[in-house]
């Protein structure tokens, strides 16, 4: 297995999946009403980093520097998979193996799965300075929006019914008393968020990264 370590030279300015206006086309709420504006954010942003944690990777566009080492001669491979993707040619600032660099005739780089290879001669360790990602929110494939969305839909829906789902009221000729069971309400489990997960690794899979 692979030891990777990322230095982040330029960090993204953002890592949201979708713009507070796309939110609020999902949910269905008109883009002049910002009643709930600072909910939607937060959401965004948290909503955002739950689908980067379940992907096991960065979305953003960050300049990094990544050093690779791994198995010894003759089991090594000249391969590697940078951990930013997508990556275009004109991103990679530097390739060297064991402190030599290495010519970009001499190497191949697989620009939707980050995917390098290395020609010739093969020697650890590798480092690769560049440029990987997405410019977020606007360059985020639609099944990470979608799936952000579906997360936040939930959400918001889970917090409607936990304020309701409670509440119960007596009535009695003119008067009405209102009282709120906080037992009920605390059992509403998982509810639609818990639902909607198994569409959510569908949308997500070929997404996540995973380390052999």
């Given at each position: 297995m692979a030891d990777i370590t990322v230095k982040v030279i330029e960090p993204a300015e953002t890592y949201q999946l979708l713009t507070l206006d796309e939110l609020k086309t999902i949910l269905g709420i008109s883009t002049s009403d910002t009643s709930e504006d600072a909910q939607l954010e937060m959401w965004?942003?948290?909503y955002s980093d739950v689908v980067a944690t379940m992907c096991n990777r960065v979305f953003a566009k960050e300049k990094v520097k990544e050093t690779w080492?791994?198995?010894?001669?003759p089991l090594d491979n000249p391969r590697i998979f940078l951990t930013h993707?997508?990556?275009s040619d004109a991103d990679i600032e530097s390739v060297s193996c064991n402190g030599s660099p290495i010519d970009p005739a001499n190497y191949e780089i697989e620009n939707r799965s980050g995917k390098l290879t290395v020609f010739g001669t093969f020697a650890e360790p590798v480092v690769v300075?560049?440029?990987g990602?997405?410019?977020l929110p606007d360059e985020a494939p639609p099944a990470l929006k979608i799936a952000t969305g579906i997360l936040i839909?939930?959400?918001r829906t889970e917090m409607s019914r936990a304020v309701i789902s409670g509440i119960k009221s007596i009535s009695h000729r003119e008067s009405r008393v209102q009282f709120f069971d906080e037992n009920q309400s605390s059992q509403s489990g998982a509810g639609a968020i818990g639902a909607a997960g198994e569409t959510i690794n569908v949308l997500?899979?070929?997404?996540?990264?995973?380390?052999?």
């Open positions: 965004i942003e948290q080492r791994g198995d010894l001669p993707y997508p990556v300075t560049y440029s990602g997405y410019q839909t939930g959400a997500l899979y070929k997404y996540m990264r995973f380390y052999v």
